[in-house]
């Protein structure tokens, strides 16, 4: 049974910086892709950014704040997240990928307020 976790949200005020993680266990395939998603009460699921290999991908609205990255060997992504706005509070989610699978973290709450 795969299981991904994530830690590392909290409360932080405007302009601060948190850094997310996400850890897969129970297999022992690589994950293929590995992705960060956040989600806001009454709104869909989206996607924050995703990395396939060493290649990452960012939504818009995290561009060039939001950095992603990944220890492979040890299924472990990472989203550093800097001048972070009150917009981006949500409860953000990691998701892994193998083919056709994948599996989702029960998410961890990033609150940006002063």
């Known amino acids: 049974q795969v299981q991904l976790v994530e830690s590392g949200g909290g409360l932080v005020q405007p302009g601060g910086t948190l850094r997310l993680s996400c850890t897969a266990s129970?297999?022992?395939?690589?994950?293929?892709?590995m992705s960060w998603h956040r989600q806001t009460p009454g709104k869909e699921r989206e996607l924050v950014a995703g990395?396939?290999?060493?290649?990452?991908r960012y939504s818009e609205s995290v561009a060039g704040r939001f950095t992603i990255s990944r220890e492979t060997s040890k299924n472990t992504v990472y989203l550093q997240m800097n001048a972070l706005k009150p917009e981006d509070t949500a409860v953000y989610y990691c998701?892994?990928?193998?083919?056709?699978?994948?599996?989702w973290g029960p998410g961890t709450q990033v609150t940006v307020s002063s």
């Open positions: 998701r892994g990928v193998v083919g056709t699978n994948d599996w």
């Open positions: 990395i396939i290999g060493q290649r990452p």
């Open positions: 129970g297999t022992r395939f690589r994950l293929t892709a």
